[in-house]
């Protein structure tokens, strides 16, 4: 496989500053790795920078799903679902190492007048099951030959035996309806390296802080070397902004009006306990909540994710869960668990923001505003593409190539359809493979099962690399599955270039356990500081440095209200 390390980086640099291509793309999040990837497969020449590091936004910061929006059906958003569903459909079968499908537990209770999401209460004379058994079939229909599996009726023995946690006092029966479950931040990786396969160079680190012109039409984006601490230009014949809650800020950069009003809307998570949950492998969906929102539990890996809100603004760049956002999660998780949850039983927070469309009218609640995606062209060329979700970032990528295509005059074709992205080849036999070669390693099974469900087939190069210094295949954290040789991987073929970059997107270790992935990051630093040549001092400045803004997080979530 190809590199992609620190050295790749600089080269890659050079070559960003030396070379005209047809398109640039800022934004490193899945929608810019997702335009990169289909501009490149259609034969552009491409570039992408990112001011921090891949995924380090809002697409590793998500609910981890691969969903039609079932809540979305209610507002009668019949196309935004069936794009989703459609696009839900592709991934499946273009990703199906990262994407696997998951039930969701749907229960009713006694009282219950609002099918879930919907703004009106049960029409006199109709059952809420029928209702919530017609939308489902709805659900169902729109995803066409590419649905995961039928919904069906449970009873209320069944809903207590897949939730056992669940309040039993009230509840009648329920609904299975199934959904996808992905790792958000190891999909925008793949595609990113996709894209690189194809020929796209890519960077990170590397943050757009001007435009240059010419006849009032950008010819080129000024872009500053985080790392290296340097400027030099990127020109282009087409820009795209993808840069999601960040894109009037890059309007305004091109000395645009923006074309496109975008409201950012918080979404919090806490990450709990399986096992004190008595989660199995089926998500629940809450009842709803007086203001109108759907909470999920999702498992994930080893933990369980629940969420989300959806709230106002803050630090765009540093969103954190405030004592509202947690207080507000966990009186629901209480009202509905047998279980009592509480701040204490928080493994780890995260917040994320998504680019929603803003409506003309002000004061609109966030839970409310659209999640569907546009592409807008501007005076002087730029084309910003924002809105939508983690599940429709191809048929993003798709729409604003089109627009490319068409300022080309060239017809539109969409190559990435059925474009498997790396890490599918042959799978699922390389899994197999990947099973007997782990076993003789002495990998644990976990951790064989993580590799393959985080790398797919390149998960051979890792194993490559304990094969050939066994004591990579030690766990960094003891019940956890991520090794040793994950750092040395990341390091040389996707980019990771500080210690967050690694605990907190090409692993899961802060979502999964932040206290002791504190412990762990002298020894992750000292790995990445053996491929990167760095020396003591820096080595200790970046572990400093990741500490304090782990602190950082933490005393935001106390204090802030």
């Known amino acids: 496989m190809q590199p992609l390390s620190a050295r790749e980086r600089a080269s890659n640099l050079n070559e960003l500053a030396h070379n005209t291509f047809d398109i640039l793309v800022i934004g490193g999040g899945v929608t810019g790795a997702g335009v990169a990837l289909d501009a490149v497969a259609r034969g552009y020449s491409v570039a992408l920078v990112e001011k921090a590091d891949f995924a380090s936004g809002t697409s590793s910061k998500s609910t981890k799903l691969v969903h039609g929006g079932i809540r979305y059906l209610p507002n009668f958003d019949i196309s935004l679902v069936h794009e989703a569903l459609v696009e839900r459909g592709l991934l499946l079968q273009n990703a199906p190492f990262l994407v696997s ?29 029928r209702l919530l058994d017609a939308g489902l079939w709805m659900y169902d229909g729109l995803a066409g030959r590419r649905n995961i599996s039928r919904h069906h009726h449970i009873s209320r023995q069944e809903v207590l035996e897949r939730a056992p946690a669940l309040v039993s006092e009230g509840l009648k029966e329920g609904f299975i309806y199934y959904d996808g479950q992905t790792n958000d931040a190891r999909l925008t990786m793949a595609v990113l390296r996709t894209a690189v396969r194809s020929g796209a160079l890519i960077a990170n680190y590397a943050e757009v802080t001007g435009f240059e012109k010419a006849n009032n039409h950008l010819t080129g984006a000024i872009v500053h070397d985080v790392i290296g601490d340097q400027q030099f230009t990127v020109r282009a014949r087409h820009i795209v902004n993808a840069t999601g809650v960040f894109s009037e800020e890059v309007e305004s950069l091109a000395e645009e009006t923006p074309e496109l009003l975008v409201e950012p809307s918080k979404g919090v998570h806490l990450v709990l306990s399986r096992e004190q949950l008595q989660l199995g492998n089926d998500a629940i969906v809450l009842p709803e909540t007086e203001d109108k929102r759907i909470l999920f539990i999702v498992p994930w890996e080893s933990r369980a994710i629940y969420g989300t809100t959806d709230t106002g603004t803050g ?3 540093h969103p954190t869960a405030s004592q509202d956002d947690i207080s507000y999660l966990l009186k629901y998780l209480n009202r509905y668990l047998t279980v009592r949850v509480d701040e204490y039983d928080i493994i780890s927070t995260y917040a994320g923001y998504r680019p929603l469309v803003k409506p003309r009218q002000k004061n609109a609640s966030t839970a409310r505003l659209s999640r569907t995606h546009a592409v807008i062209e501007s005076p002087s060329g730029l084309v910003t593409i924002t809105g939508g979700k983690l599940t429709t970032y191809r048929r993003m990528a798709q729409d604003t190539l089109d627009l490319i295509n068409r300022r080309d005059s060239m017809k539109p074709v969409h190559p990435t359809e059925s474009l498997p992205l790396q890490g599918s080849a042959a799978w699922p036999l390389t899994q197999h493979e990947l099973q007997r070669r782990g076993t003789r390693l002495g990998l644990g099974s976990n951790i064989i099962q993580h590799l393959g469900g ?16 066994p004591g990579l295949g030690l766990r960094l954290i003891d019940d956890l599955p991520y090794i040793k040789a994950e750092v040395i991987y990341a390091c040389r073929y996707e980019m990771a270039m500080k210690p967050a970059d690694i605990l907190s997107r090409r692993t899961s270790i802060v979502l999964e356990d932040r206290e002791r992935g504190q412990g762990i990051v002298d020894e992750v630093t000292h790995l990445m500081a053996q491929e990167l040549s760095w020396p003591t001092e820096q080595q200790q400045q970046l572990t400093q440095t990741y500490l304090a803004q782990i602190q950082h997080q933490v005393l935001a979530e106390k204090h802030q209200v």
């Open 101 to 129: 499908p998951v039930a969701f537990v749907l229960p009713i209770y006694e009282g219950d007048k609002h099918p879930v999401g919907m703004p009106f209460t049960t029409p006199k004379g109709i059952g809420l099951n």
């Open 315 to 317: 630090d765009l760049n």
């Open 454 to 469: 985080a790398y797919g087939s390149n998960a051979t190069i890792i194993m490559d690399l304990v094969e050939q210094d």
